[in-house]
DNA sequence: ATCAGTGTGCTAGGATTCTGGTACACGGAG
DNA sequence: CTCCGTGTACCAGAATCCTAGCACACTGAT
């Protein structure tokens, strides 16, 4: 799983670095106790603003999901798992409700959006 | 049909409002031919600037679907609905789109993904 | 103690979006 | 012609996001 970022995508990059972790963190990659690269470090991997690596870091630690140590670097809490894929579920959930609430308000019935979606899928391989 | 601004949002309020009428045009009501509401009358209808108008109408006739009559006011092109269905599709397909891409980077299974669109289906009603 | 690496805090500027206000040009009704 | 409604053009400010750079505080290894 690699972080892609898309400077032009309407959600914030920050954000994005948020939702990468939380993916990743919810899939247990990164375990409770183990830390995500440092605010440097990650800034440079990913071509970002040191500062735009601490909001989102700023946002994880928030949630309870990381813990910042000083001198030492951002540990990844005992709950995060759990906090993390109640948040993955939120997440796509909200985005399956907005692509309904557009399909309503486009005036597409639930059979055409049906139809859509598997146009979407098959265009996309059975991969 | 009801154009419901969502200053919040992400997507702009300017691109709602084009949405909006690329959506009522694709279904019919203001058929070619038909004019919308003037700039400052819609200003005035959802309590937004002038000026947040004059942008989503000029997006809207850059796109061939309005055609500025000084004086006059925003009259619906001949071309206008099949553009508008066009473009409908187009908006609906890059939703779907956003929704595998997001499922995907949050490794979920095609199978847990459908799953949770029958969930939010059923959360929101029969309707 | 020294140093490198870490998180934290601050100020500043550019880009985009929206709001606010003003002025000008065009067309139809009186 | 005069007036009103129309689209158009400009300038300015607030808010958010990102970039940029700098200084400071803490931790562990040397």
């Known amino acids: 799983m690699t972080l892609n970022l898309s400077p032009d995508s309407r959600v914030p990059i920050f954000e994005q670095i948020e939702r990468y972790w ?3 963190i919810a899939a247990g990659d990164p ?3 183990e830390r ?3 605010v440097r ?3 440079q991997r990913i071509l ?3 500062n735009t690596i601490v909001h989102a870091y700023g946002e994880l630690e928030q949630a309870g999901i ?3 140590r000083r001198g030492i ?5 005992a709950e995060a798992p759990r906090i ?3 948040k993955r579920e939120e997440l796509l959930a909200n985005r399956v409700r907005e692509l309904f609430a557009e399909a309503e308000q486009a005036g597409i019935t639930r059979v055409d959006l049906v139809r859509l979606v598997r146009d979407v899928m098959n265009q996309m391989g059975a991969e």
Do not use: F, K, L
């Open 22 to 24: 939380i993916y990743r």
């Open 31 to 33: 375990a409770a106790g």
């Open 36 to 38: 995500i690269p440092s």
């Open 41 to 43: 470090d990650m800034a």
């Open 48 to 50: 970002v603003h040191p």
């Open 66 to 68: 990381i813990v910042a």
């Open 73 to 77: 670097g951002m540990e990844v809490t």
């Open 84 to 86: 993390c894929r109640e």
